[in-house]
């Protein structure tokens, strides 16, 4: 297992390690790291998950704003659906639809509880 990537992210550090012929896209709380954390998502090329590491940090302080939190693969909000985080690395083409999700899914609670 080798670190080919890492990125100081909040109180975490995002990295890409290589294992097993593949390239796994993990975040480690620096408060209490346990190896090298949580695993997000696993890509075939390096490439794919610099890249993925690069938008996951944009996309979760995004999501903060929101008041989301990361709990395993998904980012969490009571009372809000829960968005599965390879998903959103693979189906959100950039911050602008994220956002326009996050807005939608605030409105849609805010309507719901008045």
Not at 28 to 35: E, I, Y
Request: glycine letters at 6%; proline letters at 3%.
């Amino acid at each position: 297992m080798t670190v080919q990537y890492q990125i100081e992210f909040f109180e975490s550090d995002v990295f890409v390690v290589e294992k097993s012929d593949a390239f796994h896209l993990t975040i480690c709380s620096r408060v209490n790291p346990l190896g090298f954390g949580n695993q997000l998502a696993i890509y075939t090329t390096k490439g794919q998950a610099i890249d993925a590491a690069e938008k996951f940090c944009k996309m979760y302080a995004l999501a903060k704003q929101y008041g989301y939190h990361l709990k395993d693969s998904y980012l969490m909000k009571e009372g809000c659906e829960a968005l599965f985080v390879p998903a959103l690395l693979e189906n959100e083409p950039n911050e602008a639809t994220l956002q326009a999700k996050l807005e939608a899914l605030a409105n849609e609670r805010r309507e719901a509880f008045g």
